[in-house]
């Protein structure tokens, strides 16, 4: 190292504010005694380390300082960027706003650099002007740091209404044992509540198990379930993560009757009352709980049993004014590959993605910004950059026909044929509801909810004649 540059870092390091150097690789070269203020973490712990373009600051150690460090994709084809940052200091946990000046330099031989020159956001009016880009980024930055202050599940983003009514429901479940049930369409992240409730609670350091009651063979599940339920829970496990602390069953309403019954009959004895102890179990649905109970698919006392807090979580579709972040977290989950740096999408593409109905919520936005990611060439996706499957969904829906449909929706159609079906089994049973129920292949239980639901008379005889 030269003595002219010797002397650059003296000054650099002695200087008031909080100043830092990248390279071209995008990794901290220099950390000055501002930037270990402003941080709370001593220079050695972070030169070397790479600074991506996330606001997900949770995931690595350091996370919440290389992610307040790292710049946009532009600042190696512009000379000058202003981007607002949240810095969180990892000794006190105080989050400070600040406005990052970036600017490339390049050394004398040549070679490509990122200064860092961290300010306080002015408060004079106009406010300072930053692309739309950087402001949906420290939007969701911003986001994510309320979220892990208030309840520390920064993996889940929530501005809507009904999100932040989950997370407080989340955030009540996980201070208990208590059995929840996740209803909401494919897609909509039912799963990774269930984690989230797990992992944030006392019990998160014991194993996730997930058994899709659905997908996997009846045999499988059984056997599953059988091993599960034969350990020993008064046994201390010396690895905490070796030892279950949830049981999560995915479509919960195609466990086998059996398996619901025995799971009933386990956790009335003295080994459920041990197990319950230990571990938690939530369900997931993509209907109406209650709905399974009246076909006759549920038991009712596991319908209760599992329900003891129901928590709907919404469609894509109703949470819209996410959309922008959950794209942008997208986009930032694909940067942490570390191989391209993405900095956001373009207008023209917000328009096409806040026009498109997303069927397949959560999921399906993931998979188009995973694939426009990998088709971008630039720093900023374009609309040249989605995939194929998205621009002909979108396309689709444009020119699905305005005139009403001349079909009646398959639910109501069912309903109406359901109802007329009971009114003619009661008619012919002449009002005795066993004889009806035997008519119809129902239980009594299922033929009265039946009879509630279509607000039918629930008088009649209940005994053989």
């Not at 033929?447 to 005889?461: H, K, M, P, T, W």
Request: glycine fraction near 6%.
């Amino acid at each position: 190292m030269s003595k002219r540059r010797l002397r650059i870092d003296v000054a650099f390091d002695n200087a008031t504010e909080a100043l830092f150097v990248l390279d071209a690789k995008r990794r901290v070269v220099f950390f000055n005694k501002g930037c270990v203020e402003l941080c709370g973490c001593p220079a050695e712990d972070v030169l070397g380390l790479p600074c991506l373009f996330t606001s997900d600051t949770g995931i690595t150690p350091l996370g919440t300082v290389t992610g307040a460090l790292a710049p946009p994709d532009e600042i190696f084809s512009e000379e000058v960027l202003a981007v607002p940052k949240y810095f969180v200091n990892r000794q006190t946990g105080q989050s400070l706003a600040k406005l990052v000046n970036f600017h490339r330099i390049c050394s004398d031989e040549g070679d490509t650099y990122v200064l860092g020159i961290v300010i306080d956001v002015p408060k004079a009016k106009p406010p300072i002007e930053v692309s739309m880009l950087t402001q949906v980024h420290a939007e969701l930055g911003a986001l994510r740091h309320a979220l892990r202050q208030r309840y520390r599940l920064n993996s889940i983003v929530a501005k809507s209404a009904a999100m932040l009514r989950v997370l407080e429901q989340i955030n009540a479940a996980r201070q208990s044992l208590v059995s929840v049930a996740l209803i909401g369409e494919a897609g909509v992240g039912k799963e990774h509540v269930a984690r989230a409730i797990h992992y944030e609670s006392e019990h998160g350091s014991k194993a996730f198990v997930p058994i899709d009651c659905q997908q996997l063979p009846p045999d499988e599940v059984r056997s599953s379930i059988e091993r599960l339920l034969g350990s020993d829970w008064n046994e201390i496990t010396p690895v905490s993560a070796l030892h279950p602390g949830c049981l999560y069953l995915q479509h919960v309403e195609a466990l086998p009757r059996e398996l619901q019954q025995r799971l009933l009959d386990f956790l009335a004895g003295d080994s459920g009352r041990a197990f319950r102890q230990h571990v938690r179990l939530i369900v997931s649905s993509e209907r109406d709980l209650a709905e399974a109970v009246a076909a006759d698919r549920l038991i009712e006392s596991f319908y209760y049993q599992v329900t003891s807090l129901q928590i709907a979580v919404p469609s894509l579709r109703k949470r819209l004014e996410e959309l922008r972040l959950f794209a942008q977290h997208f986009v930032e989950e694909s940067n942490r590959a570390g191989g391209k740096q993405i900095t956001g999408i373009s207008a023209d593409v917000w328009t096409q993605l806040e026009e498109y109905s997303w069927p397949g919520n959560l999921d399906e936005l993931r998979e188009v910004i995973v694939a426009a990611h990998s088709n971008c060439k630039g720093s900023v996706i374009a609309a040249s950059d989605l995939p194929l499957r998205f621009r002909s969904g979108l396309d689709a829906e444009s020119l699905s026909p305005s005139t009403p449909s001349l079909f009646e929706p398959l639910s109501s159609l069912l309903q109406r044929v359901e109802r007329q079906h009971v009114e003619a089994a009661l008619q012919q049973a002449k009002g005795n509801k066993m004889n009806a129920a035997k008519l119809l292949g129902l239980s009594r239980v299922a033929l009265n909810s039946r009879l509630e639901a279509f607000g039918l008379s629930s008088d009649g005889s209940d005994s053989e004649t």
